[in-house]
Each structure stands twice: as structure tokens, then as C-alpha cells.
């Protein structure tokens, strides 16, 4: 797409001294691709200033020498089959699919792995209304990459935060681990560790892993990274994480609006982070009361 148009023929007259279509119609079709760019330009404009509500899987876990075995697993193609077809269902809402991963997927770790297919599969599934479903495809995602869930997988993921090259996914995968039953509160201490780690990437996967953790002691380390930390991308994250995404319950996330709410009117607060505040509200509540503090208390008083 160009960057501009320039008329090259105001003469309507091309060298060959033939006449030539006028300007406007000879270039129709680039305008509208030009004004096509532009409403996208401006729609991701007023997108960016919203939280993003999805949690994406983890980014891939790296090839190092502590995941040559890892790499090095054989594969079972059936359970592979049978761990898509089951994910599948997943992705659409199906609650007696996430009660058999529930129940199997501790027996894929080793023998299946994660694909493009699964990547889009899980992704769809931990953003599902329903924290049963999010916690299946949680439970999926630990196995697809390899981590038993038990105190072995533990350690290996707190060495693998040792290593920059893989400290991202590891803290994600930390977070799945304390969600599903390994060790939580050890989990949000690990990953805590590295909410001020020099890599924006980083400090976004660990408020990510907290949100999966998701015990009310990381509450207010959620609300913290969202007030403080001095990346755009972190803050939003935490935002999402406290509002939407994640694996806190509707309890813990009224306990997250009583500050939030006590922030509407706090001046040292971006314009940024005061709009991301209200979305949060509304997410948190279902209520529309934009900027209006009095009308957050007034609801938040009537129903925490």
C-alpha cells in the first residue's frame, strides 16, 4: 500500500499523447484500500486503548540442553488423535470433554506434544467463561508440553526460570502448575521473583502465570504490576488478569474492584490506565458506570 498518492497526470494526457481516464478513476481502486487502511488504522487505535481479554498459551518452550529429552520423546499418534478430538470439543463448550482431560491428560505427558492445532485449541479454551473448562485446557497444556504434575515438574520449572531463554514460558507454566494443584503457593513466590525482571516479556508472562495461580495472595501483587510497573504491556496484562482472563473467582475479583474503584480518582494514574480501570469495573460487574466513582461505590457497597 503507498504511502501517499501523487497525481503524475494532470495533464489527462499520457505520452503517448493519448487521452487518459480521469485521476480519480484511474486510481478508485488504491483509494479504497488506502481509506480501508486508515479505518483499520483508527479501529486498532481505539482497540489498543482496551484491555485485551484473551490469556494466550505460553510461548514455546526453547531447545536446551534441559529440554533435550523433551524433544527427544516419542510420540504416540493415537493419543495425539485422541487428545485433539478431545480438545476439540473443549474448544466448543463441551463440559464432559473437560472432565476427561481432566481425568487422562497426567497420561499424555511424554507422549504427546503441543502443535499449532493444539496451540489454537487450548488458547480458545482457557479464554471459555466457564473456569472448569479453563482448567482442563490448563491441565491439557501442561501435559502437551511435557510437565508432570507433580513435584518433578516443579523443579524442572523453576531451574528452567534460570534460563533467559526460557524463563517466559516456565513462568507461565509455573502458574498452570499452582493452578492445578502443585504447590500454589510456592508458585506465586517463584513467579513473584520476577515481576521486576529487566524484560517487559518476562514480567508479562509472570503476571500472566500469577493470574493462573490465582490465590488471593496475589491479588494485590495483580493490582501492584498494574499500578506500577512502567510497561503498557504489563499493565494491561494485570488489568486483563484481575478482570477477565485467568483463573480468579468472582469473589476474588470484587475484592480487586474495591481497589480499582478507589483509583478512579486518583490523579498520579495514566489516562491509559484510568480507562482500563473502568473497563475492568465493567467487566468485573457488568455495569456501565464509566468514570463515575460515586456510582462504582454505591454498586460496589450494595453487593461485595
Known sequence: MPDSLQDHGSDRYSRYGQPQEPWFSRNAEVLFYCALGVAMSL???WGMGRITKRLTPPVSRKSTGQSRAAGSRQIDSGQQVK???LLRRLASGDSAAADQILRESDSWTGSTTRTQTTDQLIANGINLPDLHLR???IQAQLALDGVPRNTTG???LER???NPSQRAWALWMLGALGNRGVDADHAAKVIGAYLDDPVVNNRAAAVNGLALVATDETI????????NDPSPIVQERAACGISEAGMYLPQQRMVAAGTLIGWLDDSLLTSQQKTWTIQALHDI???????DAAAWRRWYDSNR
Do not use: C, H, V, Y
Open 43 to 45: 479501529a486498532a487505535s
Open 83 to 85: 487428545a485433539e478430538g
Open 135 to 137: 482448567a482442563a485446557a
Open 154 to 156: 516443579f523443579i524442572m
Open 160 to 162: 528452567a526460570t534460570a
Open 220 to 227: 494485590p501483587m495483580m493490582l501492584d504490576r498494574f499500578r
Open 285 to 291: 460487574s457488568g455495569k456501565s458506570f464509566g468514570a
